[in-house]
């Protein structure tokens, strides 16, 4: 498969509101269940996640890492597409420091302090 930003900027709207699927099979992929040590504030439904209201999916493999997201009561859209991954996994949450910033300075305060932190690379 080949994706643009762009393109996932549009499918990560159509995906988080629900116009991919039946109104049957979207209210399923929306029950989620609380990650651990997510504090309430991280969860994951049928192939979705929900990270501080952000809905959206993340991906990786060898080489390339992504991550889209949309925020519906702002009605804003994150894209993160990175040619990166290890293969020893020491830069898996580099994706994911990518949202998580680029959220923060989109929507301030959309992120929580507590994950900023988290995902911070050490010594920071």
Do not use: C
């Not at 501080?52 to 060898?62: A, E, Q």
Request: net charge negative; glycine share 10%; proline share 5%.
């Amino acid at each position: 498969m080949i994706s643009t930003v762009g393109d996932l900027h549009k499918w990560a709207k159509a995906f988080a509101e629900g116009d991919l699927l039946s109104p049957e099979m979207h209210r399923e992929q929306m029950k989620y269940v609380n990650v651990p040590k997510g504090r309430g504030q991280i969860r994951w439904g049928l192939g979705m996640a929900d990270l501080f209201g952000w809905l959206g999916h993340n991906g990786s493999n060898t080489g390339w890492q992504s991550d889209m997201y949309y925020l519906p009561d702002k009605k804003a859209t994150v894209v993160v597409l990175m040619n990166k991954e290890s293969q020893d996994g020491s830069d898996s949450w580099a994706n994911q420091q990518g949202f998580a910033w680029l959220a923060d300075v989109i929507v301030p305060d959309s992120v929580a302090d507590w994950y900023l932190k988290m995902i911070a690379p050490p010594g920071e």
